[in-house]
Nanobody, 124 residues
Framework: QVQLVESGGGLVQAGGSLRLSCAAS????????MGWFRQAPGKEREFLAT????????YYADSVKGRFTISRDNAKFTVYLQMNSLKPEDTAVYYC?????????????????WGQGSQVTVSS
């Protein structure tokens, strides 16, 4: 069992930056590829980025490519999402996820564990 806890969300002005963190319990963290999703009110959950177990592979949705960066520190059991040049349309609840299938996560693949979510609000 892996528990994921996000932090780092909040209110930021358009053009600003935030870094989300997702801390995992358990020593099996490095066995999972990790990803980030978001869900805005009235919209479906949207895939943003994924990173392989050792951090060597990364994949981004077109909507965030060039603005968001995913990274991980296996020694700290933590995955990060650095978000730059934020826009009001980035306002959403952001979720981290753990998966055993890096290549499938961005195509609706299985998620083993979800975090509880962290609110990000970007004001114009």
């Amino acid at each position: 069992q892996v528990q994921l806890v996000e932090s780092g969300g909040g209110l930021v002005q358009a053009g600003g930056s935030l870094r989300l963190s997702c801390a995992a319990s358990g020593r099996t963290f490095s066995s999972y590829a990790m990803g980030w999703f978001r869900q805005a009110p009235g919209k479906e959950r949207e895939f943003l980025a994924t990173i392989s177990e050792n951090g060597g592979l990364k994949y981004y949705a077109d909507s965030v490519k060039g603005r968001f960066t995913i990274s991980r520190d296996n020694a700290k059991f933590t995955v990060y999402l650095q978000m730059n040049s934020l826009k009001p349309e980035d306002t959403a609840v952001y979720y981290c996820a753990a998966t055993v299938d890096f290549y499938a996560l961005g195509r609706g693949g299985p998620v083993a564990y979800w975090g509880q979510g962290s609110q990000v609000t970007v004001s114009s």
